[in-house]
């Protein structure tokens, strides 16, 4: 039996679209590194640069300790049949804690100083709400006929109860006497009844990076980084379906509350290598060209599924007004292994560290293959089978060129800075779904003392996403939901030299 079979198209079955949500990663870190839109790769001198290029950690002098809590809001305008809908949620938590420790081997030339680093830092934030309402314009639109399909497709087994198992269960679809298999209980077209959905999510990915890095004659850093990610996704959703024709002998169907609750959790682990050199280091104009790059290894992921759905059915008739049906709890677990991801980066400083006036410049490219995404099963995976999830992602993803940019303008002890990053949309032109290209744009400012600084920054996400109520083809299904979603991120990093 095929996952989708277990799960059906709204749940967690969508196995290519989970790949992506742990593969398709931004980056907050610190301040400073939010702040200059993450074009990191040729710079260095930041604790983030550890889970990035871990050459950066070899341009440090001395030690460091930097500690970033962060302010989240999600806001998510949703747009259904010509409903527009908004809602919003916060969200407070610890973007990175670091400390790079300094070995000094007291030379100039050859090997310089050994660097060691251990960070804790968050990946993306996956808080939002959603709020959604409209009535479907065809009578495939139906969900009580997009649930007949499933049953006609999978059958109603007893185990696992799939979602039209439930339907089948509370008197939402019924066998079909004539032609044999399933078909809706009420003769209701989809533009009879309205859909609403109240959707919540949360969690993050955070990963812990052990770092080495070094120093060669103050021209060439190099750096290794071994990275433990954690993974914590949870969603609760309901959606309910209104009969808006009210009471007719036909349809004593009022209608249904769908309740689904999703978690999912796992642990992954990757390798990062990178260096970072001045090539230029004795030239009267090109002294302050830094070049870099960086290759992050796939992240390989033990996951593990937790599901339960709950559908209650409402009729008016008096006699049988309500049926409600569990699913039994569910959990699977399985492999993912995430994308190959390439860096380049290229950044110009200029004005001497003890003059008044300094900047730097900097901008970076990065790769990476969505396509080589890969599902696979452990010995936690029962029946599930990932043959179709995988075939999807090979069809249906893309490789992706990403860009940010940033600069920075010291002035005394203050340093005013600002950035923007581009990800490319990772979905093939004729996949026709999923999300487009997401925008970042920040900008922060920063004081600094003799041993300690802080640095405040704002960081706006923006995105479009679409998706379905529930969808089995291109017939059945609740047609298109747009939406619009903002991150905005306040940060601010407290660090201590020693």
Known sequence: MCASTIFSATAVA?????????????????????????AFTALGGDATTMAFNPAGIGVYRSGEFTLTPNLMYSSQA???????????????????????????????????????????????????????????????????????????????????????????????IDDDTINGGYIPSYDLRGNDTEDRRNAETWGSIREFDFSLGGNISHIFYFGLTVGIQNISYSKDLTDENRNMLNV????????????QTY????????????????PFVYSDFLTGLRIGAAIHTPTFINMNDEWEWELESTF????????????????????????????????????????????TLSVDYENVDYSKMKMRTNSNSGNMDFRDANQ?????????????????????KFAFRGGYALYENPYMASAGKGK???????????????????????????????EYLFYFDDVYNSGEITHDIVQGNFMVTFGWRF
Request: avoid cysteine.
């Open 392 to 412: 999807n992602i090979t069809t249906y993803y893309k490789s992706t060129n990403n860009l940010r940019v940033g600069g920075e303008l010291n002035y005394n």
């Open 78 to 172: 949703s747009s259904y049949m010509g409903n527009n809908t908004s809602d919003d949620r916060y969200s407070f938590g610890l973007s990175n804690i670091a400390g790079i420790g300094v070995i000094n081997l007291h030379q100039n030339e050859g090997l310089v100083n050994i660097n060691l680093g251990i960070s804790s830092s968050r990946y993306n934030t996956f808080s939002g709400r959603t709020a959604v309402q409209g009535s479907p314009v065809s009578e495939g639109g139906s969900y009580l006929a997009y649930f007949a399909d499933l049953a006609n497709a999978y059958g109603t087994p007893e185990y696992p109860k799939g979602e039209q198992s439930l339907a089948y269960e509370t008197w939402i």
């Open 263 to 278: 978690r999912q959790s796992g642990t992954g682990y990757n390798f990062k290598a990178g260096f970072i050199a001045r």
């Open 248 to 259: 007719d002998e036909n349809a004593p169907y009022d209608g249904f509350f769908y309740d």
């Open 316 to 359: 008016f008739d008096n006699d049988t007004p309500e049926y409600l049906y569990d699913s039994e709890e569910g959990e699977t677990g399985y492999d993912l292994q995430t994308p190959f991801k390439y860096m380049l980066g290229a950044a110009y400083t200029f004005g001497s560290q003890g003059s008044k006036l300094r900047g």
């Open 436 to 466: 487009g290209d997401t925008h970042i744009a920040s900008f922060g400012v920063g004081i600094q003392g003799a041993s300690s600084y802080v640095d405040f920054t704002y960081s706006r996400l923006m995105q479009k996403d679409r």
């Open 14 to 38: 969508q196995n290519e679209v989970e790949a992506l949500r742990y593969s398709r990663l931004y980056h907050a870190g610190t301040a400073r590194f939010s702040a200059m839109g993450g």
